[in-house]
């Protein structure tokens, strides 16, 4: 597959599942009585990721490969090992935020993409990790006051 064709189908799919999420998160009724309900940030959550989508796929439909296709190794040239760390680590991600705590699971992921997205080493890619885990901290708890899952009452 062309890598245009991979952006192409990339954005589409994001397209259609932030689209998804922002008309669900539409629908969530507004039952605290304040201006801002809880269907406000997977909303925007659902609008980011179709302009994302659309950030994507709007270039791969201009640029066009002149009818040449693109020859790519079949795993992208990395070793399996690397490949399968995303996968592993959002299954990781859903596993800990769920069971354990939210926050420990985002800074967690903050950590492994500096590491492994971004290519920083261990030392800086932990401070990301754990400015990222107190930002989610402190702006769902401590601003917003929304419980997150699996995390203590503080």
Known sequence: ?????????????????????AVIAATIPNTTGTAVGPGAFPLVVGVAVVLAGLAVAVPALRRGNGGEEEEEDEGGGK???????????????????????????????FC????????????????IGLAGAAVVHLVFRSLLDVPLPGDMVL
Do not use: E, N
């Open 79 to 109: 070793p399996l090992p690397t490949r399968l760390v995303l996968p592993a680590g959002i299954a990781a991600f859903c596993a800990v935020a769920l069971t354990v705590s939210l926050t420990i699971a985002s800074g967690a992921a």
């Open 1 to 21: 597959m062309t890598s245009q064709a991979r952006d192409l189908v990339t954005g589409v799919a994001a397209v259609v599942v932030g689209g998804v999420v």
């Open 112 to 127: 492994l993409c500096c590491r492994y997205m971004a290519g920083y080493r261990w030392p800086r890619s932990a401070l």
